[in-house]
């Protein structure tokens, strides 16, 4: 099994994956903010690659990517930063990101370099179905990393169960088709939630996309096995002098 199978094979609900962008608020910022996430209670560490025209982003993650490039912040930083994760992160780890950047410093050079530093699995939601299907999925999967798929409310069941067959470790849960930061009140979308479970999927479901406090983190886990944060904990870290403690402050909110 791979570390996010494991994960949710010894956690069945109320899995946290937090996001956070690398090289923000400052350059080195990536590790001192994965240490405190693991410190402080998450199950999974989502890392962003900050790049300048990301889709499925919100303005406050948009903006914590603008910060990260100005910072100096690059695929070979990001993989230089995480070339001693293993030494101290223990947690599964996922690399966020697009595939213009991706592309060009290399694809199969790109799984081959996540591998080697200890990343877990890839989120990239520009990665059609075709191509994944065709040329990508293969490289992922010879490289032992999980691959996991978005999906929407509005998303078909034969399209939610194909993508969840192409997918490994979890599926992605959109609380609503919108940018991140900017979801539907979640309680709205106990439905959606609910038909999904009923479904009886392969993978595990995590929610994402408007999740920023304890309440819809617990409306987000009644009927799925967590949830992803994102844009509220960059937000945090937007005004924080000190990581560790606005880590520490800002999860024991969520999982209090």
Known sequence: MSNIEKLFAGKKKRVLNVYCTAGFP???????????????GADLIEIGMPYSDPLADGPVIQA??????????????????LKDLRKEINLPVLLMGYMNPILQYGFERFCADAKSVGVDGLILPDLPIHEF???????????????????????????????????????????????TGK??????????????????????ILVGFGISNKQSFEDACEFTNGAIIGTA???????????????????NGILG
Do not use: C
Not at 26 to 40: A, C, D, F, G, I
């Open 26 to 40: 400052e350059l080195n910022s990536t590790l001192p903010v994965m240490r405190s996430l693991q410190k402080y």
């Open 64 to 81: 914590s990517s603008t910060q990260a490039l100005a910072n100096g912040m690059s695929i070979p930083v990001l993989f230089s930063q």
């Open 133 to 179: 299907e065709l040329e990508y999925g293969p490289i992922i999967k010879k490289n032992e990393l999980d691959f996991i798929f978005l999906v929407t409310p509005e998303t078909a069941e034969h399209r939610v169960r194909k993508l969840d067959r192409l997918s490994s470790g979890f599926l992605y849960a959109v609380s609503s088709s919108s940018t």
């Open 183 to 204: 979801g539907k009140n979640i309680s709205d979308q106990t439905g959606y939630f609910r038909k999904l479970a009923a479904w009886n999927l392969k993978n595990p």
């Open 233 to 251: 904990y960059i937000k945090a870290l937007e005004v924080s002098k000190d990581i560790d403690q606005t880590t520490k402050v800002f999860l």
